[in-house]
């Protein structure tokens, strides 16, 4: 047996280098095949840039030259000068570009992709695993971008202090849900929590359809799926948390739920993250400001 070798590697059991082996060789297939499908036009930069935020994803594990070298028309060269420009090295890969370099990069991916938006979509859904923050999301697309519209969804939970009937939501009974519901006043419903139920009015959406306006959905994943289902033209979007360890955070909190609890919610969201791969996009939602951008560049027909 050789002695060569870093002292991890001397020291890792034979199963361990076979599992290790097999995991690389699949990461740089997925890389090929990312690269393919980034050259072949079937993901956009952009959305590869947004979802090498997610560590560990086959997107972070890109490096900035190949990443380049997908744009049509550069070749080796032009790449080095534009990696040179963006102030990047050669070696680095998109996970582990810092957050001046990202925002470069950024720009000129922009700059390059601008003049070939991609369809508008009539209506877009954001969903995404619980406390992962689409409301704050949500309410910050409403303050700062007017030509959106957001869908004013009924529910049968109470008002919480500062909420407002026919703004925030609207607020019915279990009649009221009832008769919408055989009404057929709903695009899709779902009881959220095991406890109320939400759903969205139709009427507002098709209309907003009807006049091509920017019309949002912040709604859960059961009613994502739904929307899916009945108009597949909507672009449903998924707001992904920046680790699974901030997630973990985010739900568990500082820990004053019992063992049981805890597992319990970390077992939904780990069901709820899988969903991911049924959405058209992922935003990561690092920084509000920055993740409520993305998604009305989105909206407004970017790719
Ligand atoms: P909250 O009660 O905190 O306002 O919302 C709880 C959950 O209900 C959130 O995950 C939100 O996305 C979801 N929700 C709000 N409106 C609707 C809706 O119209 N349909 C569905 N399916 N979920 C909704």
Redesign the pocket.
């Known amino acids: 047996m050789s002695t060569n070798g870093n002292p991890q590697q001397r020291a890792m059991p034979e199963v361990d280098r076979v599992a290790a082996n097999r995991a690389a060789i699949a990461a740089r297939r997925a890389r090929a095949e990312l690269k393919r499908r980034l050259r072949s036009g079937e993901v956009s930069p952009l959305r590869v840039l947004e979802q090498s935020r997610v560590p560990g994803s086959t997107e972070a594990s890109l490096r900035i030259t190949d990443f380049l070298l997908s744009f049509p028309a550069i070749g080796a060269v032009k790449a080095d000068r534009v990696r040179d420009e963006l102030g990047i090295s050669e070696r680095k890969r998109l996970g582990g570009l810092g957050g001046l370099q990202r925002e470069r990069l950024e720009g000129f991916v922009r700059e390059r992709t601008g003049a070939v938006p991609s369809e508008r979509p009539p209506l877009t859904v954001l ?1 995404g695993p ?1 406390a992962v923050g ?2 704050t999301v949500a309410t910050y697309i409403r303050e700062h971008y007017p030509e959106v519209r957001l ?1 004013v ?3 049968t ?1 109470a008002p ?1 202090p500062g909420e407002e009937h026919g703004r ?2 609207f607020f019915v009974d279990d009649e009221g849900f009832d008769r919408m519901l055989a009404a057929d006043d709903l695009l ?3 009881t ?2 095991n406890r ?1 139920r ?3 009015p139709r009427g507002p959406v098709l209309e907003a359809a009807a006049r091509d306006e920017l019309m949002l ?4 994943l ?3 799926r ?1 929307v899916r289902a009945s108009m597949p033209e909507a672009r449903l979007v998924f707001l992904a948390p920046p680790s699974w360890d901030e997630l973990v955070n985010r739900l568990v909190g500082r820990g004053t739920e019992g063992a049981e609890e805890r597992e319990r919610r970390l077992e939904t969201a780990k069901v709820e993250l899988a969903a991911a791969e049924e959405f058209d996009e992922i935003i990561v939602n690092d920084e509000v400001p920055r993740a409520a951008a993305r998604l009305v560049e989105l909206m407004r027909g970017g790719s």
């Open positions: 969903a619980t689409k409301g869908s969804s009924a529910t939970r919480r925030h939501y899709e419903w779902a959220v929590h109320h939400y759903g969205t959905l912040e709604i859960d059961q009613g994502a739904q």
